[in-house]
């Protein structure tokens, strides 16, 4: 079974960055998308971004121009680098795997999810 662990969440002031990654371990097979998605207390869960196997990348509208994924695939790590923080960006965050094409999935078709890192931005 896949397992995902995110890691690098913490309280920034806004405008300061963080880098969150994600480790899998245990087989994988067929997985092609990753993503990340946030979740704030009393609000729905929502992705951030997401890249396919190719590379190919999306970006909420929210977060664009500020928040990039990468993954590593010798390290077999996702990343999500977030730059220019707001408040607004203070949320539970969750890498998420899929065995779908990005954009065949929708946010309740990933087959794995992370346990959630916290990301805490103050004004």
Same mark, same amino acid.
């Given at each position: 079974?896949? *397992?995902?662990?995110?890691?690098?969440?913490?309280?920034?002031?806004?405008?300061?960055? %963080?880098? %969150?990654? =994600?480790?899998?371990?245990?087989? *994988?097979?067929?997985?092609? =998308?990753?993503?990340?998605?946030?979740? !704030?207390?009393?609000?729905?869960?929502?992705?951030?971004?997401?890249?396919?196997?190719?590379?190919?990348?999306?970006?909420? +509208?929210?977060?664009?121009?500020?928040?990039?994924?990468?993954?590593?695939?010798?390290?077999?790590?996702?990343? %999500? *680098?977030?730059?220019? %923080?707001?408040?607004? +960006?203070? !949320?539970?965050?969750? =890498?998420?795997?899929?065995?779908?094409? =990005?954009?065949?999935?929708?946010?309740?078709?990933?087959?794995?999810?992370?346990?959630?890192?916290?990301?805490?931005?103050?004004?």
């Amino acid at each position: 079974q896949v *397992q995902l662990v995110e890691s690098g969440g913490g309280s920034v002031q806004a405008g300061g960055s %963080l880098r %969150l990654s =994600c480790a899998a371990s245990g087989y *994988q097979y067929s997985v092609y =998308c990753r993503a990340w998605f946030r979740q !704030a207390p009393g609000k729905e869960r929502e992705a951030v971004a997401t890249i396919d196997g190719d590379g190919t990348t999306n970006y909420a +509208d929210s977060v664009k121009g500020r928040f990039t994924i990468a993954k590593d695939n010798g390290k077999n790590t996702l990343y %999500l *680098q977030m730059n220019d %923080l707001k408040p607004e +960006d203070t !949320a539970m965050y969750y =890498c998420a795997a899929s065995h779908r094409y =990005c954009s065949d999935v929708g946010a309740d078709g990933y087959n794995y999810w992370g346990q959630g890192t916290q990301v805490t931005v103050s004004s």
